[in-house]
């Protein structure tokens, strides 16, 4: 089987990497995977079906019923998540997932099930992804990393506008202390923990547009014969 070119952006939450994942994915005619999607949508799961996930047991039996893919949406211009066959993109973003998200996703199976389905779509077409280990643990050999950050006081008011929309009575507080414990949850998980690979560029867009952190990331693949 050829080799498929991988492009991995990792970093904080609320840092834009979605955003910039994307872009990058659209203009280099990548497909672009967001692999924090996945974790939300095995949230999503086990909360619907009431799974004890600090029970291995049900656990392992829970992840046995779940499927994932992604499906291009002509409408929204964007990847999609579906969970057992139902778009729940948009179901996944609530921040009742959101709190819950790190938690789940530090358990050690859950990270194995969704690290093995990220490595097999890696294997079937040019691929950005996005996420939290994909430059560390998921693709350790990427052809080109980016480590995004910001400072967390830009990283709260963005996440902030962007729940405010949906719903309205959310108050900055909340906000921050979401992001704050997700924050230390990643960096602190026994199993795959947040952190910068060593060969990965740290890209810092707390005071950089949309389109200068795009540009600066198509450079990086343009220097890598990536484009």
């Known amino acids: 089987m050829e080799k498929k070119n991988i492009i991995t952006i990792d970093g904080w939450s609320s840092c834009g990497k979605s955003t910039l994942a994307r872009q990058l994915a659209e203009k280099l ?48 211009n964007r990847s999609e998540i579906y969970l057992n066959d139902e778009n729940v993109e948009y ?74 929309e949906k719903n309205p009575n959310i108050t900055i507080d909340e906000v921050r202390a979401n992001l704050e414990m997700r924050d230390y949850i990643d960096s602190n998980r026994e199993v795959s923990p947040l952190r910068k690979a060593e060969d990965a560029i740290v890209l810092d867009n707390s005071n950089l547009t949309i389109d200068e952190q795009l540009e600066f990331a198509l450079k990086l693949a343009e220097e890598r014969g990536l484009n």
């Open 29 to 76: 005619g990548y497909v672009y995977i967001d692999s924090g999607a996945m974790y939300r949508a095995i949230t999503l799961y086990f909360m619907r079906n009431h799974v004890d996930w600090t029970n291995a047991g049900a656990v392992h039996n829970a992840l046995e019923n779940i499927n994932m893919h992604f499906e291009f949406n002509n409408s929204s």
């Open 91 to 164: 179901v996944i973003r609530d921040l009742v997932i959101a709190e819950k998200v790190s938690e789940v996703s530090t358990i050690a199976e859950v990270r194995k099930f969704a690290v093995r389905q990220q490595q097999k779509m890696g294997q079937k077409a040019n691929t950005v992804m996005d996420g939290r280990d994909i430059g560390t643990t998921v693709f350790p050999d990427a052809d080109l990393k980016i480590f995004m950050t910001a400072d967390i006081i830009i990283r709260i008011k963005r996440r902030f506008a962007e729940l405010v």
